[in-house]
């Protein structure tokens, strides 16, 4: 099988797929203001003075075949480092004007999730309008991607003058006529509820908050006796355990809202209660029939996704572990298990994965989370999720920064446990299945994506990758490095999608003619940022099918010293 080649001098590292064997001379140092420097090791050189000495776990004898001595260098882990985890907040009437906007992607917001199960499209532009108008006038680098979610097919009661209290044991019933409101009966909105429920169901209202068993059904009403008992508010989210609702996944209007996603260019779909990969595969041809360049994210929130898991995920381009409905549906115990098999399942598929609802539910009312919350985040994180959302601390809650904090706090804590750069035995490891199968250029790239990662770990340097389809930052970003992943793009719908993926900092940047040109242009906005300093190491990657500079298809991988 053929091999990728290697340079014999240093960590840098080169090959083209039309000449996997071949060995290509480094490029010549650069001729710009800014100047970064390949560093060069051998058994016999040392390195400089400025570099910390760190011990090896034998991942450089898998980046070079140079007899390379036992010590590693790295550099100086930045004292501030960057979250990796990405935050999703969803917009409502606590923070839909531009100060909060703002202020939430100052404190660590990187998507913007407009939920249409509230509010109007008037009301969902203004949001959009003021985030791309963040992004065009932000100077630090954040990037903030919008995200519409589906109402969905939702079964809810009425509305009610003012709300109903029930009690344990009282007698309770739902109608499908429009319109009724009483101490003992209340409208729902859907036709079919009658069919769909049978005596012996529990009902659950608002996730749970309260149940009700049915005891039996007329042709147009469902006779219950309340199990748990609460305050029954008008609008509440109604759920049969152990059952999906047999609404269709994509409601009309929803397909309105999605074409109004189209109009303004959102960069993802959240598509609620998708029970298997048709519905996806529906909407995927309605958006390449509109020229639509959006990704569909899936919400795994129904009894009838979980079978089809597998198939859902393979069709998306990612997916929401939206544990509310997951939860009410299916038995509570078995959510933390399906929430680390879905996170495990997209991780294999290289896509992206949101962790969703009740993350810290108790801070829409106090300033402060439950330790229980605090640990629900650093699971999530621990499990390796790309993202992790607030629902209703953000919309409508009293303290929306402060949550978002706590979030990134709680993340950034987290994640300095778990990346080890001497400790990566996962990602030794996976190249060597690739030796069982046919060369090609996709195996390629994800032995470059892994030892990229692993250089950049033993160093301890920051990536740097440049991108016009955003593949190579994406199966950076799958690899899970310790550092940051600088993501150069100059298409603005893949800067914007990047924002979602655990680890990258997509950046818009023309790309010019001249490999060295570009290198140093992007340094000087690295330093420009703030983002890197003098004297720092970075790890510069260049690789997919789509090259940049050439025409074939390049892997190139080096580690540079900036100068000035």
Known sequence: MAAAAEMVRGFAAT????????????????????????????????????????GTNGSLSALSNNDVSTDATSQVVDATPRRKTKIVCTIGPSTNTREMIWKLAETGMNVARMNMSHGDHQSHQKVIDLVKEYNAQN???????????????????????????????????F???RGVSTEDTVS??????ISDVEAGDILLVDGGMMSLAVKSKTADTVKCVVVDGGELKSRRHLNVRGKSATLPSITEKDWEDIKFGVENGVDFYAVSFVKDAKVIHE???????????????????????????????????????????????????EVPLLQEEIIRTCRSMQKPVIVATNMLESMIDHPTPTRAEVSDIAIAVREAADAIMLSGETAHGKYPLKAVKVMHTVALRTE????????????????????????????????FGSHATMMANTLRTPIIVFTRVGSMAVLLSHYRPSSTIYAFTNEVRVKQRLALYQGVVPILMEFSDDAEETFSRAITSLLDAKYMNEGDYVTLVQSGSQSIWREESTHHIQVRKVQC
């Not at 519409?148 to 209290?165: A, H, N, Q, W, Y």
């Open 188 to 193: 729902v909105n859907y036709d079919d509820f």
């Open 139 to 173: 100077t630090d680098g954040n990037t903030v991607a919008i995200m519409l979610d589906t109402k969905g097919p939702e079964v809810r009661s009425g509305d009610l003058p003012e709300p109903i209290m029930l009690a344990e044991g009282q007698e309770f019933n």
């Open 283 to 333: 909407l995927k041809a309605y958006l390449k029939s509109a020229n639509a360049d959006i990704h569909v994210i899936p919400k795994i929130e129904s009894a009838d996704s979980i079978p089809n898991l597998q198939s859902i995920i393979a069709a998306s381009d990612g997916a929401m572990v939206a544990r509310g409905d997951l939860g009410a549906e299916l038995p509570i115990e």
């Open 416 to 447: 300095s446990s778990l990346y080890d750069p001497t400790k990566a035995p996962s990602l030794v490891a996976r190249p060597k299945a690739l030796l069982n199968d046919d060369f090609c250029k996709s195996q390629l790239s994800k032995m």
């Open 15 to 54: 090959a083209r797929v039309a000449r996997p064997a071949a060995t290509v001379p480094a490029p010549p140092q650069p001729r710009r203001a800014v100047a970064a420097r390949v560093l060069r090791t051998s058994a016999s050189e040392k390195v400089a003075a400025d570099l910390s000495v760190a």
């Open 175 to 177: 109608t499908i006529k």
